[in-house]
Structure formats: C-alpha cells, structure tokens
C-alpha cells in the first residue's frame, strides 16, 4: 500500500457510509416501534359470512374466536372448517399488514429481498 492511499475510501464513501449506518439506526429503531403497533394491532378474519371471527395480532398471535351460536348446531366437521378458514383470514391480513409496514418501513434502502 502506498502513502496516502489509506484503505481505498475516499471522503465520499465515507460520508456514504456514514448515510448508511444513520439508515440502519433508523430502521432499528423503526423496527421496534413497528413490533410494539404489531403486537396491539388487532386484525379479524371471518368465515360463514361473519358466524365464526378470529382476532389475530399484527405478529399472527391468536387472540380470541368468536362463534356464533347457530353454528354449533352444524357439527363438529363445519365448525372445526370454519375455524380454520376464519384462521387462514386472519392470517392473510395479519401477514399483509406486516409486510405493507416493513415496506414502508424500509422504502428507498434497497435492501436485497425486501
């Protein structure tokens, strides 16, 4: 390595990288703040036009299913089938809410996979 050369960066990678890291911290602290609105977000899925609701949070936690009473009268078969559809529903919701914040989130990092 020659004098003066240093490691290769010049000033303005420095300040590019110095870009980077502040991005980074943002993010983080970004990350957080999303998990805490996840963790309270409450998302429902249905099935059976609204007689069987699943509340999920905003990280696919179950929180409570609701079933209306006429259903039970249907089997086990039906309601078990209409649980799980309801689950599917609420989970869909949950993960695109998810992901629609982290893109928001991250939007002009340009991170790979993102």
Known sequence: MSKGQGFGFGLGKMKELTEAFKKAQQVQ???KQLQEELEQL???GEAGGGLVKVVM???QNPQR???APEVLGEGADVVSDLVTAAMKD???KSTTTMKE???A???GLNLPGM
């Open 65 to 67: 299913v609701t079933i």
């Open 90 to 92: 609420a989970y869909n």
């Open 101 to 103: 914040r982290m893109e």
């Open 29 to 31: 602290e970004g990350a």
């Open 57 to 59: 949070n905003g990280n």
């Open 42 to 44: 409450e998302v429902e």
């Open 105 to 107: 989130l991250t939007e």
